[in-house]
């Protein structure tokens, strides 16, 4: 669970519902018709805009928004560094049996090429091919999001319009205009909570992922070509700790310091 | 038939037109004056901003949203390593009849090219140039849809304001206020719906659509140049599919793993 | 004449014209104070963003938004083929008669620096340097229409403020309220109208016609290029004409096949 | 003094007066509270943003937006054209005395570099990291002026939201609400006249500018390379004019057929 | 302290004050209700849209937003300097001792990395691969500000349709239209507020900084690579001014007059 994400949507839903509770009777705020506007016509775009796969991967995305991801560049360096003293002490072919038991298929992948003996310069090409094309999926994702944070306020407008148009239409009783009103503006709050509770936070948070999955995948990219490379295991921490924050970087080398120890009795 | 933009384009209306229904009489939202302005200047504004022939492209990448598209990736792949398996066996000219009877102008082209024994640096260089104009012609006619998005609104508006100076100027009884002010206001509704339910989302699929055919030609570039360079095809295979996401691969491997075992004896 | 872009600005003011007819009395949206704050507001705020170069620039840049582009770039690419022809019989400086005779300045200094043997690396230089800077000079010149675009609907509003607080300030009749606003809600109109009748799809124009004078100098670059290093001429159509669209390509191919007939002849 | 700046500022200002005076008297318009809150705010926010150095170098900025710019092409080429001939006849060293004299400190610093015999890699080095910086100086000095136009209109609006909701929370006689919105839409008005009437415009005249010193600067970097690599005055000269436009081109053309005729029979 | 930040916030914070000070009563801008649902709104998208690690580094940045920089570049000049002299004159590894008394992280590890001996390329590679991560880690703090200048006055637009809608749907008396509507847009006035004095000033200066220590880590790179290839410190020095602005450079000069003067002697 990303603790973040559910403290996050049940704030925001918290300190609405408290709002409309101040104001008295919490019903007046619900309207069966507005839903149906706002999310039907929001749904309606988002489905012509896309492909009914995309949103199935977006519905996906949505699950990661809410789970913690496991792309921690800290452990995928100490694996990486643990790697190439092994490749350094018994050979690249010794790597086969430690790669299949990864959990990332990624990782995985690259080390079977280096293991392959796949030329160095095409093990780099086919993994910056995958990870252009993990961003674009990615990127496809969030824009179910993003489309829908641009559609809900419009479609919240609509539905006052509707609204609106049809009171002032059928005004007979100028004293009917204040609930009338009140019930045409109910559309423009699902709109905006819709767009601003939901589908702007949620397509930001999944932005951010991205940001933090691409970031390991570049950090496995440049290990395993090192590793391919027969590079010092000294080396090849060194280059990979600079893609970590000073912070992590330095939690790092305390947890780290032991198995560096190691390392050196190896690679001297 | 694009599946998705049609239930997208039917859901959206439904539910607009429900909307409009719960209101009591629908008739009350049809005004021909307000078609003609929105409708009218957003088209006048697209046509001064694009020629005819953008229009013209406009419109037939307008069918290309609401129809299939046949640019799947796998089944590129398929082709490429089955021509990479032929090159090997049977030499670069062999590919000449079955270019002939590629549905893909692009790849035959490609292919033909290859065929020809055209420097492969001038083979890349072609193909893309051709994606380069590919991808702006994409861009010119998502424009118009674009433009459209932007200019329905503010005709709405345009509208909205000549009902409303019209309806203020000449005020005398005070009770016409609402019926003239929901009149005015129709063709705002107009415009948004215009934008939101159509232009927006439309121009977002062709960009989607354009993403996918631009990934596809990729593809082929790829494979056509390995082909060329005499590539194993197991490696032609491995470098294509990392432009795949990984579920497509999964189902490709399953598909694909008799071909490959086939290529397996072949190239071992 | 750019026809589509005289029908679209006589469509958008026909049907904004007919909008106000059907309100009545059409003087009623006539007001001089309004033009004079919007369209000198827009102006003055032109005029301090840009210099008198640059708007005599962006006045000229008006004519070519109404009058067709001559940057057909199937004719450029038969020149630059029959060029390549002549070049091979008859060498590179027999093209010097030729290029003296040409309509367009970077085409004609382009072949003219062949004839003079400049070293190929600088014609490139020189013609991408040129082009450069004329993309930069387009962008200026359509800069002025986008700022217009940005400012006239803010001078707009500016003017309805004017004339909202003049009114409620001095308000002793209500029923003053609504012609006096009706008076100052034209400013709006006005902005509006500018804004997306005129400047936004003039500089969305302008941006086009750009990419498409872009486009043809790209060509000259390549063939100027190509016939400099002496390639085949049928090898120079086939790059050239990777810059056209699939359509037009096969129109070409079409009006060019004699001409390839010959060449063939030639070449062979 | 630059013209257009003076004859923009003056031209808005002169017209959003004289349509204040129309509604009847000015005075209603002038507001010292108003004033307070959208200066003071927008302030506020600009110097919470930046620092008060580049407040500094942003009031320099403005003086550069309101003086004429010496930043002229074709003059920077005839200095280069004649320093290049110069190099020619008496080598780099006789370059020495000229360069103390120019006036263009950048212009004085590359040929100086020239002289002193630095390697040509580090010259170029050198003068474009110079000019990357002084392109982000330039973007700083814009930056106020841009956080000015997006932060004058949000104060305005905040400054009528105070007035309305003192307005309206104390409102005892609905005689007073005309006159009391009046005053509160002052304050929109000034955040409205701040930004499209000042900060907007200058922003973009700055950038103008920046632009055009950039484009001389370049010309400096690519004249200043020539002359080092000891290249013919003529080739030099086509080079540099490749950055004009044709237009200044062809006048540059008339003005230096005599330099170049004496250049002719030096390098001939 | 950063003194622009504070004069900044206190100034824009005083003149607000005093705005609603002149409307009378200030107590009657106080509502604890609308500062829970702007406030508590905004925090819930900005916790969903990040993680709290994030907003735990962006809590951090709002301290260097208050704070003065060290990123003197001057400084950093004048230090790598005088370790291109020591390096001349004694050797790389005399670097050592006063690389360990630094304060600065980057330049410590740099130097430490070229006291090793660590290959040129991968010394660039490394401090490189930091600085791009130290400019994502930024971008992501920044992040969280502009998410809440975004998020926050469109919660207020929540907060006051809440409001609107509660007092129209109850609406008895026409007389208390006045101070309901009061109430309710006391909410969007939260909302405003916080985007224009707090967030969105705040993002601004955080980026200028984060210019500024990006600057001044260019610096620091160009600096170590050239005393690891044992440049001539007066090329050093030039080299790095480069990177200031012209009027820096000139004090910088002044400063640095007698350290030269030394150089030279030891240099020559």
Known sequence: MD???????????ALVIMGMLLEGDITM?????????????????????YSFEHLK???????????????????????????AEKARREGLLALEDEASELDDDFLQKGIQLVVDGTDPQLVRNILETELDFLEERHSLSRGVFEKGA???????????????IGMLAQLDDPDAIGPGMATALITTLYGALMANLIFSPIAEKLKVKSQ???????????GILSIQAGE????????????????????FDEEGSEGRAVERDVAG
């Open 3 to 13: 603790l973040a994400s559910i403290v996050g949507i049940l704030l925001g839903t």
């Open 29 to 49: 705020y619900f309207q069966l018709n507005s839903i149906f506007i706002v999310a039907g016509g929001t749904m309606g775009g988002v489905v012509l805009a």
């Open 57 to 83: 991967n977006a519905l996906e995305a949505l699950k990661i928004a809410f789970t913690d991801s496991d792309d921690d560049a800290g452990d995928i360096i100490s694996i990486l560094v643990s790697f």
């Open 150 to 164: 641009e559609l809900s306020p419009a479609f919240g407008m609509i539905g006052t319009l509707i609204g609106l």
């Open 212 to 222: 933090g999955e691409i970031l390991a995948k570049e950090v496995m990219i440049e």
């Open 232 to 251: 010092n295991p000294r080396i090849v921490e060194e280059k990979l700790k600079a893609f970590l924050a000073p912070t992590t970087r330095n939690n």
